[in-house]
């Protein structure tokens, strides 16, 4: 087959990927998951090439970042463990068929492959981008609102962040989550659920030549280096140091 550009629009049209989508969504909701539907890959696939557009990559990675971040879940339809090496061998096999050139392949497969914590390691930019973009979606409207549980720590921290988004100072090198919780959860919690994750997301900002900074109602948590953060930063109002890269919704 013959080689050409596969575009994320491409991919959003292959109806293969979206009912993958859809049956993986499915498959976590029966397990107990939050939700790793449509809204969750939106999320993902924007927020990785935000990222990496933010850091001068070029057009081409930028759109490689935000295929993975669309299809880096579809292997939960076969299973919840190890969904992103499954993942990965869907994806190849899915890209191969589309004409994608086979570094371009290579590349966003070994993105999908790595971005779990458990066994995930960032090879690769997009891999890095897609990881911290993957790890940054927490948010009340994840939460399944017609099964959730207040105590299920998973529902009760989502539940409670009203407000998150990524911002990427490209001057200082410096990726930041911002989190703004409620009185359901607390960071404690948050912490004993994303520790793993937040460890993976250091890393991956390593990868791409920055460090990662999480920001919790205003108090840094992990803050590696001297950096002035304004106070518009600390009260998460618009005039942010760094562009903002994702934003989500105030409210569920």
């Known amino acids: 087959m013959e080689n050409k550009t596969v575009t994320l629009s491409d991919v959003k049209s292959k109806e293969e990927i979206r009912t993958l989508i859809d049956a993986a969504n499915h498959n976590l909701e029966v397990m107990g998951y939050t939700e790793h539907g449509i809204r969750h ?31 880096h879940d579809i292997g939960n339809a076969v299973n919840r463990r190890q969904h992103g090496i499954t993942g990965a061998i869907m994806t190849s096999r899915i890209l191969w068929t589309m004409g994608m ?24 930019p997009v891999c890095a981008a897609l990881i911290i973009a993957d790890k940054s979606d927490a948010h009340r409207s994840r939460v399944r609102r017609d099964k959730y549980d207040l105590n299920d720590i998973h529902d009760r921290v989502n539940l409670s962040i009203k407000k998150n988004f990524i911002t990427v100072d490209k001057d200082q090198k410096v990726i ?37 900074e999480l920001i919790i109602n205003g108090s840094a948590v992990n803050r590696k280096q ?16 760094g562009k903002k890269v994702e934003y989500q919704n105030k409210e569920g």
């Open 226 to 241: 001297d950096i002035a953060i304004s106070e518009e930063v600390l009260k998460g109002r618009d005039e942010l140091r």
């Open 101 to 124: 050139p086979p570094e371009e392949v290579a590349l966003i497969v070994g993105a999908v492959g790595n971005h779990e914590e458990d066994i995930g390691v960032p090879v690769n």
């Open 176 to 212: 930041r989550l911002f989190i703004y919780m409620n009185e359901i959860s607390s960071p404690m919690e948050y912490m004993q659920i994303y520790m793993s994750r937040l460890v993976l997301c250091e890393q991956a900002a390593l990868t791409l030549g920055c460090t990662f």
């Open 41 to 71: 890959v939106s999320f993902v696939s924007r927020a990785t090439s935000e990222i990496l557009r933010e850091l001068g990559y070029d057009d081409r990675t930028v759109e490689l970042g935000a295929i993975a971040g669309w299809v």
